[in-house]
């Protein structure tokens, strides 16, 4: 053995003894042979939800695939070891998913953030680094005239991040999540080893992944395909009074891929969240509805639809949105059009964080909760919500829009509803809160806000066969649940990869023994 692997070997087991001990070694940098692991910050142990925060013994910044190898051989190299490890994106999780609780944090950010393009006739693609952001891929690939197929709302969020969940926004229904837009990985398996995979090499590995929560492997690199891009979009919003009509109408859209580019929905309970939505939509919006009072609310419905508009292709947009707009049944002249550049309408809801931040309401509890519902469930869903929300004093958003199945490959790790899985649609809905605790929902209120989310979960997923998505499920029998029939297979896929479950302890999926107790909350 070379000197210089059995000097890392020595410092790796120093690593292992000093993070199982009971007193904190790591105050300070420390050189472990090739890898140089930080003290904990306060940034490694929290996220976006700002419910959970569990402290790591150690961060570690790693410069190139084969450090996060390094340290994963080892670990699992050792049955001495309990040490976790989880791979923190861009921290927008809402449950402490990234977080590893006396573990070790790899800051996927620090990796090297070149993309390397390919433009082909055929196809296009970007190879990225798993700690790349979005925006970054999107500002580099939009001066070659290109862009990603398939995004999600926000693009602050890691490539890594959006692939270990699944990645969706309104281009969903036309082009499937992100992981249906991937077209190889480099992952580091929880047994350290450095993996190519794609759907025609270590398929297994590849489909485990995407949609794996972090369980299987961190990856590393990602093969993003790209499409030519628009240089501008035609943004349209419409407003209901009616659910079952705005469902009709959303469906009708996304049965139109040729003429949608986008479609997604969301519902306008008070003033405020008609106000916040509003912000990144440069429209002139004069609509003033009644919103009852709080004994009896008069609930509204906004669609949001997008047309691509290729300058180059002289193709005439507004006479599209008219064609589409003519089937559809809206409140009457409730129907507004913008155009925005491309750039702008992907980055919508930074200008929200903006606003936002600007008041002090970004970085607050976010008590999330985000569920794919069966068609068949989707108005006992909506009446379930209703049930409880109260209208007046909302705050926060709640998304609803249609997916398409058939855009999903079931191969991966994703969880979709089985019940009506013959229907082609499928809705996801969020329910997208926050919390201040400046404005009086501190700790008992956030406490009530969770427990009322839960209820939702738990009574959907029981009685309309709906299933989390960027699940949290408080034990591992609830993630049974979750899983259902996959379960088997999702461990099974662990037992090959991770076989000493090292990776992604803030899932609580597969906690170590002693573990158990600390992410019970
Ligand atoms: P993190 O929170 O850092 O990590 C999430 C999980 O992935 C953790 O388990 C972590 O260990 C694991 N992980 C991170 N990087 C890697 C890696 N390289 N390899 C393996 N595992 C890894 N989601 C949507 O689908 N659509 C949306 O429109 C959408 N909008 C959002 C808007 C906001 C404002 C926020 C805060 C979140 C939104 N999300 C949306 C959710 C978001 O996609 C997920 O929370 C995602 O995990 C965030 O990415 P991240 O880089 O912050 O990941």
Known sequence: ?????????????????????????????????????????????????????????????????????????FLSGSSLSKVTVAARGAGHSIHGQAQALDGIVVEMCSLPAEIEFYKGGEISYA????????????????????????????????????????????????????????????????????????????????????????????????????QEAPQKVRWVRAFYDDFNTFTKDQELLVSMPDLVDYVEGFIVLNEQSLHSSSIAFPANVDFNPDFGTKKSPNIYYCMEFAVHDYQHKNTDVEQIVEVISRQMSHMVSQLYTVEVSYFDFLNRVRMEEMSLRSIGLWEVHHPWLNMFVPKA???????????????????????????????????????LPDSGSTERVMYVVGILRSANPEGGCSHHCLQE???????????????????????????????????????????????????????GPGQGIFPRRDDSAAYGS
Not at 377 to 403: A, W
């Open 1 to 73: 053995m070379e000197v210089s692997m059995l000097c890392t070997r020595v410092s790796l087991l120093i690593l292992i003894l000093s993070l199982c001990s009971p007193y904190k070694f790591i105050q300070s940098p420390m050189d472990f042979g090739p890898l140089n692991l930080l003290p904990t910050t306060t940034t490694a142990s929290s996220d976006f939800g700002r419910i959970l925060f569990h402290a790591p013994a150690a961060v570690l910044k790693p410069q190139s695939s084969r450090d996060i190898s390094l340290l994963l051989s």
């Open 449 to 503: 806000l969770l427990r009322r989310h839960r209820r939702i979960a738990d009574t959907a997923g029981v009685h309309l066969g709906a299933k989390q998505y960027l699940a949290h499920h408080p034990t591992p029998s609830g993630w049974h649940q979750h899983f259902g029939w996959r379960w088997e297979r999702f461990a099974e896929r662990k037992t090959r990869f991770d076989p000493l479950r090292i990776l």
């Open 127 to 226: 190879d990225v680094s798993g700690g790349v952001m979005w925006i970054d891929l999107l500002e580099q690939s939009l001066k070659l005239g290109l862009a990603p197929r398939s995004w999600t709302d926000y693009l602050y969020l890691t490539v890594g991040g959006t692939l270990s969940n699944a990645g969706i926004s309104g281009q969903t229904f036309k082009h499937g999540p992100q992981i249906s837009n991937v077209l190889q990985l480099e992952v580091v398996t929880g047994r350290g080893e450095i993996v190519t995979c794609s759907p025609s090499k270590d398929a297994d590995l590849f489909n485990a992944v995407l949609g794996g929560l972090g369980q299987f492997g961190i990856i590393t690199r990602a093969r993003i395909l790209l």
């Open 377 to 415: 469930g989707i108005n006992d869903f909506r009446d379930l919500l209703m049930d409880n929300v109260s209208p007046d004093s909302f705050e926060g958003l709640i998304l609803i829009y249609p997916l398409l199945r058939d855009k999903w490959d079931t191969n991966t790790s994703v969880v």
